[in-house]
């Protein structure tokens, strides 16, 4: 099963894990990380490392969600995939609820690292959408 790591800024990990145990059930091999104002760069790193180190022992391939592109959860992510195979270890900005629902569906379906992550970043971005525009779209059809 493929290690998933969720990495945000504040209890948002926490909080999107929540939800999606809401609605999936109770997920293993799934861990979060939170980075707070007191929380330094180098215990993050760490406790990065530590999460990515563990999720390894238990599977051949980790995804990392982070919620911010070039903040510090992603760049502790990246750093922590650069002696990593590429083909065994993705890191993902812009985490929403959609994207990690598709990510532990296709995962349960026991669907490789490469599938997943297009599916997953697929779903987070049909995921978005306003409601107007919705409305729309379905009274073109």
Same mark, same amino acid.
């Given at each position: 099963?493929?290690?998933?790591?969720?990495?945000?800024?504040?209890?948002?990990?926490?909080?999107?894990?929540?939800?999606?145990?809401?609605?999936?059930?109770?997920?293993?091999?799934?861990?979060?990380?939170?980075? #707070?104002?007191?929380?330094?760069?180098?215990?993050?790193?760490?406790?990065? +490392? /530590? $999460?990515?180190?563990? &999720?390894? %022992?238990?599977?051949?391939?980790?995804?990392?969600?982070?919620?911010?592109?070039?903040?510090t959860p992603y760049n502790?992510?990246?750093?922590?995939?650069?002696?990593?195979?590429?083909?065994?270890?993705?890191?993902?900005?812009?985490?929403?609820?959609?994207?990690?629902?598709?990510? #532990?569906?296709?995962?349960?379906?026991?669907?490789?690292?490469?599938?997943? +992550? /297009? $599916?997953?970043?697929? &779903?987070? %971005?049909?995921?978005?959408?306003?409601?107007?525009?919705?409305?729309?779209?379905?009274?073109?059809?």
């Open positions: 099963m493929i290690g998933i790591i969720i990495a945000t800024h504040g209890d948002f990990s926490k909080g999107i894990l929540n939800a999606a145990e809401t609605i999936m059930g109770k997920q293993d091999n799934c861990e979060v990380l939170t980075l #707070f104002h007191e929380t330094s760069v180098e215990d993050f790193a760490d406790e990065m +490392t /530590e $999460k990515v180190n563990n &999720a390894f %022992e238990e599977s051949e391939n980790v995804m990392v969600f982070t919620d911010l592109f070039s903040a502790q992510a990246v750093l922590n995939g650069r002696n990593r195979n590429k083909e065994q270890y993705r890191v993902i900005c812009g985490v929403n609820l959609p994207m990690l629902i598709e990510a #532990f569906n296709q995962r349960m379906l026991q669907k490789d690292i490469n599938t997943i +992550t /297009e $599916k997953a970043i697929d &779903a987070g %971005e049909k995921g978005i959408d306003e409601f107007f525009n919705l409305m729309e779209e379905m009274d073109k059809e």
